[in-house]
């Protein structure tokens, strides 16, 4: 049961909207920024598939590691179309990030000592699990891996906020919304 409870489902007079562009990096790479990536592909036989994940942001692009056997790298080899989403579920923040990406497969498979995927891991490790995530990594660094980029094809998508867009409204529904619009 979720602890969460509003009057609305929508808060008049709130912040609702696009992430502010200085506020993306923070939220996609900061300290405090332990949400999961949601890596959305297609599967051999055409149906969806999600799975979730650690990720880097570095700004440009989105990094992930899939273990050798890992079937969504696999499946991103063969088709490299796939979105992403990473969200916030505090209310009354619910940050998301949404983008449609091309997969790259840049290394792997490949063991630990000297690859690329090891200062990412070590990264993702240490903000995920702690500052002994990257020494707990060591032991696995003999099993091979991938390190996969996701470029988006386009610019990110970005909410925050319980509101709705104003695109969702018919005119007149939401009068403070639409001037808040015209304001801007």
């Known amino acids: 049961m979720s602890e969460f409870e509003q009057d609305h489902y929508y808060e008049e007079g709130s912040d609702a909207g696009g992430i502010p562009p200085g506020q993306i990096e923070e ?22 598939m999600v799975v979730p994940l650690w990720y880097r942001w570095d700004g440009e692009a989105f990094y992930v590691v899939g273990r050798k056997r890992s079937e969504w ?48 891991a070590e990264e993702m490790a240490a903000r995920y699990t702690g500052p002994t995530g990257p020494e707990q990594l060591k032991a696995s660094w003999g099993w091979e891996r991938y390190l996969v980029r996701l470029a988006p094809r386009g610019r990110l998508i970005t909410w925050q906020g319980a509101d709705w867009a104003l695109r969702y409204f018919d005119p007149g529904q939401r009068p403070d919304l639409e001037a808040k619009a015209s304001r801007r």
């Not at 939220?27 to 969806?48: C, I, N, Q, R, Y």
């Open 27 to 48: 939220f996609l790479a900061g300290p405090e920024s332990t949400w999961l990536l949601k890596l959305a592909f297609v599967k051999p036989d055409g149906w969806p």
């Open 73 to 120: 790298v696999h499946d991103l080899a063969a088709n490299p179309r796939c979105a992403v989403c990473i969200e916030e579920t505090a209310h009354p923040r619910i940050r998301k990030v949404l983008a449609q990406c091309t997969a790259e497969v840049v290394e792997g498979p490949a063991k630990g000592e000297g690859s690329l995927w090891v200062p990412i």
